[in-house]
């Protein structure tokens, strides 16, 4: 299972904005060489499963013109750094090889993008949804850590409503799955997505391991809460093989080193005008180097070399895959089920060759399973729970996937102070709801952007990266912006003067949601009694 997810980052107040990028890299490294491997398996006939998750800020993102021709003039410019390469390495057959490389994959992204998919690239995925080879899930509104917002079960359920909508505009079709943002689960979550027709949801290892009661199959057997939620353990066994960047495939000496990029080893003279603002060094998707070592002494990179290097893991997997299986089998009750979920970009993006890996396991179970060395099974979680089944039925405890398992990713030190205007802001928004329950013209847009900006302000992306300690500026500015935007918009409101040319500009820039009903965000009065300062 991949989940797909980015932040809504849109600035055309810029001319070029440096955090886009996230985006275009997303484009250029994950989800066109993701379709490009499943269109070349539908060709070679190779049958595959697989189950994905799109959030709607990310799904927005793939459809929106604006960013979109900025990606488009991002490849330009890229196509233009490859042409100066060549001539650059043309005295280093390795490095030319690498740079050719690169121009054909920034070609044919150019050529994928417009021609097969008309400039919208989830044309792709729900073409082969609708084949039966993707299972589809749908996610929250804007990727909110929802146990940080159980005191407003109305906001969570906001968040899943919403999000449960986006998913039938963009893909046409009612969810079935529901993927929790960072696997976040707590006690009475299951009762508002059955609410919603949610039949299954994903849940960490210890939610399942740690629950009301022993799992008889541990890990490996989806469970039913009582409010009918399938929940499907993760198995952080098997994770560890593909995500982990110490030990795990990604790590290989033969792979492409993520960290070495042109746009910080060559002269600021030379490669200015392909960085931000001709002076800030960033990663221009130009990487020549190998893994190799620990060292900085790095061998140039060898894609055929590589590419030997993922037929090899593909089978690895498989056949530990049949290793632990067997194992399971002597221990449990039931057919072993295996759940396997990772970010959609750590395929691409973080491990360049990921989507080939991705594809070369496919291939290699049907040619496992046609020699008759193993069968496993490739399925998704609804196929499997239309199989009747018996789940035991227990009470997931609370758990998220991030560090140490429960929520500290999201509420330390780094990052609390989040949580005392997130929440004001959620009770002014119950406020103004109440007092405008019904508005039209402008108010209603006023209401209606102040309802957006309350939930982009609750994405998990910016506590994650202030716990990081990554990109902490953008972040801490994102949060301050949505919430100052709210603020203004609730003043103004109160004052009965609601200034039409800045919401315009406002609209315009988070476009996000069009159809979004500010009455969505209502609270119960019993609600605003249950406030907690964090």
Same mark, same amino acid.
């Given at each position: 299972?991949?989940?797909?997810?980015?932040? !809504?980052?849109?600035?055309?107040?810029?001319?070029?904005?440096?955090?886009?990028?996230?985006?275009?890299?997303?484009?250029?490294?994950?989800?066109?060489?993701?379709?490009?491997?499943?269109?070349?398996?539908?060709?070679?006939?190779?049958?595959?499963?697989?189950?994905?998750?799109?959030?709607?800020?990310?799904?927005?993102?793939?459809?929106?013109?604006?960013?979109?021709?900025?990606?488009?003039?991002? !490849?330009?410019?890229?196509?233009?750094?490859?042409?100066?390469?060549?001539?650059?390495?043309? /005295?280093?057959?390795?490095?030319?090889?690498?740079?050719?490389?690169?121009?054909?994959?920034?070609?044919?992204?150019?050529?994928?993008?417009?021609?097969?998919?008309?400039?919208?690239?989830?044309?792709?995925?729900?073409?082969?949804?609708?084949?039966?080879?993707?299972?589809?899930?749908? +996610?929250?509104?804007?990727?909110?850590?929802?146990?940080?917002?159980?005191?407003?079960?109305?906001? *969570?359920?906001?968040?899943?409503?919403?999000? #449960?909508?986006?998913?039938?505009?963009?893909?046409?079709?009612?969810?079935?799955?529901?993927?929790?943002?960072?696997?976040?689960?707590?006690?009475?979550?299951?009762? #508002? !997505?059955?609410? &919603?027709?949610?039949?299954?949801?994903?849940?960490?290892?210890?939610?399942?391991?740690?629950?009301?009661?022993?799992?008889?199959?541990?890990?490996?057997?989806?469970?039913?809460?009582?409010?009918?939620?399938?929940?499907?353990?993760?198995?952080?066994?098997?994770?560890?093989?593909? %995500?982990?960047?110490?030990?795990?495939?990604?790590?290989?000496?033969?792979?492409? @080193?993520?960290?070495?990029? #042109?746009?910080?080893?060559?002269?600021?003279?030379? #490669?200015?005008?392909?960085?931000?603002?001709?002076?800030?060094?960033? /990663?221009?998707?130009?990487?020549?180097?190998?893994?190799?070592?620990?060292?900085?002494?790095? &061998?140039?990179?060898?894609?055929?070399?590589?590419?030997?290097?993922?037929?090899?893991?593909?089978?690895?997997?498989?056949?530990?895959?049949?290793?632990? +299986?067997?194992?399971?089998?002597? =221990?449990?009750?039931?057919?072993?089920?295996?759940?396997?979920?990772?970010?959609?970009?750590?395929?691409?993006?973080?491990?360049?060759?990921?989507?080939? %890996?991705?594809?070369?396991?496919?291939?290699?179970?049907?040619?496992?399973?046609?020699?008759?060395?193993?069968?496993? $099974? &490739?399925?998704?979680?609804?196929?499997?729970?239309?199989?009747? /089944?018996?789940?035991?039925?227990?009470?997931?405890?609370?758990?998220? %996937?991030?560090?140490?398992?429960?929520?500290?990713?999201?509420?330390?030190?780094?990052?609390?102070?989040?949580?005392?205007?997130?929440?004001?802001?959620?009770?002014?928004?119950? =406020?103004?709801?109440?007092?405008?329950?019904? =508005?039209?013209?402008?108010?209603?847009?006023?209401?209606?952007?102040?309802?957006?900006?309350?939930?982009?302000?609750?994405?998990?992306? %910016?506590?994650?990266?202030?716990?990081?300690?990554? *990109? *902490?500026?953008?972040?801490?500015?994102?949060?301050?912006?949505?919430?100052?935007?709210?603020?203004?918009?609730? @003043? @103004?409101?109160?004052?009965?003067?609601?200034? $039409?040319?800045?919401?315009?500009?406002?609209?315009?820039? $988070?476009?996000?949601?069009?159809?979004?009903?500010?009455?969505?965000?209502?609270?119960?009065?019993?609600?605003?009694?249950?406030?907690?300062?964090?």
């Amino acid at each position: 299972m991949l989940q797909a997810h980015l932040p !809504l980052v849109r600035h055309p107040e810029y001319d070029r904005f440096l955090e886009e990028r996230w985006f275009f890299e997303a484009l250029s490294e994950t989800y066109l060489p993701l379709l490009r491997e499943l269109r070349t398996l539908e060709r070679e006939q190779v049958p595959f499963r697989l189950a994905m998750s799109f959030s709607p800020t990310l799904s927005f993102m793939l459809t929106d013109d604006f960013l979109l021709d900025r990606y488009r003039a991002h !490849l330009e410019r890229s196509l233009h750094l490859a042409e100066r390469e060549l001539d650059r390495t043309a /005295d280093s057959l390795p490095f030319r090889r690498n740079v050719e490389m690169y121009q054909n994959l920034l070609e044919q992204n150019l050529v994928d993008l417009d021609d097969i998919y008309g400039g919208n690239i989830l044309r792709g995925f729900d073409y082969f949804s609708k084949k039966g080879w993707i299972e589809m899930l749908a +996610t929250s509104a804007t990727h909110a850590f929802l146990p940080n917002y159980r005191n407003y079960p109305e906001i *969570v359920r906001a968040q899943i409503e919403l999000g #449960i909508d986006q998913f039938h505009a963009a893909f046409g079709t009612a969810a079935t799955g529901f993927w929790l943002p960072e696997c976040g689960y707590y006690e009475g979550l299951d009762d #508002i !997505l059955v609410r &919603m027709g949610v039949e299954y949801t994903v849940g960490a290892s210890h939610s399942v391991l740690l629950g009301s009661r022993v799992p008889r199959n541990g890990l490996y057997a989806p469970v039913r809460t009582r409010a009918g939620l399938a929940v499907f353990p993760r198995d952080a066994y098997t994770a560890q093989w593909v %995500w982990s960047s110490e030990h795990g495939y990604p790590a290989d000496p033969s792979y492409r @080193e993520f960290y070495r990029d #042109i746009g910080h080893d060559l002269p600021l003279d030379y #490669i200015g005008p392909f960085v931000q603002d001709g002076e800030v060094r960033i /990663d221009t998707g130009f990487k020549y180097y190998a893994i190799t070592g620990d060292t900085d002494d790095k &061998m140039p990179y060898e894609p055929d070399r590589a590419r030997e290097r993922v037929r090899e893991h593909a089978r690895d997997f498989l056949e530990r895959q049949t290793a632990h +299986t067997e194992r399971l089998k002597r =221990e449990i009750e039931a057919e072993p089920v295996i759940m396997s979920p990772y970010d959609a970009e750590l395929f691409g993006h973080w491990w360049f060759e990921g989507p080939q %890996w991705i594809g070369d396991l496919f291939r290699v179970a049907q040619e496992m399973c046609e020699n008759g060395d193993s069968c496993i $099974t &490739m399925t998704t979680p609804a196929a499997y729970l239309r199989g009747g /089944d018996t789940l035991q039925v227990l009470e997931p405890g609370y758990s998220s %996937w991030g560090s140490r398992g429960y929520g500290e990713v999201w509420l330390d030190g780094s990052n609390d102070w989040i949580y005392r205007h997130t929440h004001m802001a959620i009770e002014r928004m119950g =406020e103004l709801i109440a007092r405008f329950p019904s =508005e039209t013209g402008l108010k209603k847009r006023a209401l209606d952007q102040a309802a957006r900006e309350v939930l982009l302000s609750q994405a998990s992306d %910016w506590p994650f990266i202030l716990n990081a300690q990554t *990109v *902490v500026p953008y972040a801490r500015r994102r949060i301050k912006e949505h919430l100052h935007n709210f603020t203004r918009i609730y @003043e @103004e409101l109160s004052r009965g003067n609601v200034g $039409t040319e800045w919401l315009t500009t406002l609209e315009k820039k $988070t476009p996000i949601f069009p159809n979004l009903d500010y009455t969505v965000l209502r609270l119960h009065a019993s609600d605003t009694m249950r406030r907690v300062l964090i």
